[in-house]
C-alpha cells in the first residue's frame, strides 16, 4: 500500500507542476525535510537545504512573473517543457522500491502525462482569457492556477487518495476544455 500511495502522491505533484513548475517541488521539499515524506533513492536531495532554498526562490520569482501583463503568456511557453520535466521528476523522486525500468515508464507516462494535461488546459484558458479580455483576467486566471497548485500539492502530501481525485476531475475538465472550443479555431454560425 506504501508504494500505490507514493505513486499515487507522485502523480498528484506532476499534476500540479502543470499550474506551477516549483510550488509542488517546494512543497516536496518541505514534506521531506519534515519527514512526512521519503523520497526514492537518488532523490535524497529534495530535502537538502540548498534544494529547498532554490525551490523557494525559484517558487517567488514565477509566481511573481505571472502577475505581469503579456509575460505570463511568453512564460508559458517556455514553462511547458519545464512542467512536464518537473512532473515526471517530481513523479520519480516518490516512486520506490521498483525495477528503474518501471520507476521511469510510469513516472513519464503518467507524472509527465497528468503534468502535460494541466499546462495545456492551463495554456488554453491564459489564451482564451487574453483573447477575450485582452489579458485584464489574466491574473485572476494566474491566482486560480496557483491556488491549484497549492491545494494539489497540500493533499498530496496529506492526503493523496483525495489529492488524485481532484487532479482526475481537474483532467477531465482540462480535456473537456482544450477539446470544446480551442481558442484557435473558429466556430461556425
Known amino acids: 500500500?506504501?508504494?500505490?500511495?507514493?505513486?499515487?502522491?507522485g502523480i498528484c505533484l506532476a499534476a500540479a507542476t502543470g499550474f506551477r513548475v516549483f510550488v509542488p517541488l517546494l512543497g516536496m521539499s518541505i514534506a521531506v525535510l519534515a519527514g512526512w515524506m521519503t523520497p526514492s533513492p537518488g532523490f535524497e536531495w529534495v530535502g537538502?537545504?540548498?534544494?529547498?532554498i532554490a525551490f523557494a526562490t525559484a517558487?517567488?520569482?514565477?509566481i511573481g512573473a505571472y502577475y505581469i501583463p503579456w509575460l505570463d503568456n511568453a512564460l508559458d511557453a517556455v514553462?511547458?517543457?519545464l512542467?512536464?520535466?518537473a512532473g515526471v521528476m517530481a513523479a520519480a523522486a516518490?516512486?520506490?522500491?521498483?525495477?528503474?525500468l518501471l520507476k521511469w515508464v510510469l513516472a513519464i507516462i503518467a507524472g509527465g502525462g497528468v503534468s502535460g494535461i494541466v499546462q495545456g488546459g492551463t495554456v488554453a484558458l491564459r489564451a482564451a482569457s487574453t483573447g477575450g479580455t485582452g489579458g485584464l483576467t489574466n491574473p485572476l486566471i494566474s491566482t486560480?492556477?496557483?491556488?491549484?497548485?497549492?491545494?494539489?500539492?497540500?493533499?498530496?502530501i496529506a492526503l493523496p487518495v483525495l489529492g488524485l481525485a481532484l487532479v482526475v476531475w481537474i483532467c477531465y475538465r482540462m480535456?473537456?476544455?482544450?477539446?470544446?472550443?480551442p481558442p484557435f479555431r473558429k466556430r461556425s454560425t
Open 94 to 100: 516518490l516512486i520506490g522500491d521498483t525495477s528503474p
Open 175 to 181: 480535456i473537456a476544455f482544450m477539446g470544446k472550443a
Open 48 to 52: 537538502s537545504g540548498p534544494a529547498l
Open 144 to 156: 486560480l492556477e496557483l491556488t491549484g497548485a497549492v491545494i494539489i500539492t497540500i493533499l498530496a
Open 1 to 9: 500500500m506504501d508504494i500505490a500511495l507514493s505513486l499515487i502522491a
Open 79 to 81: 514553462t511547458t517543457p
Open 83 to 85: 512542467a512536464v520535466a
Open 59 to 62: 517558487t517567488a520569482v514565477e
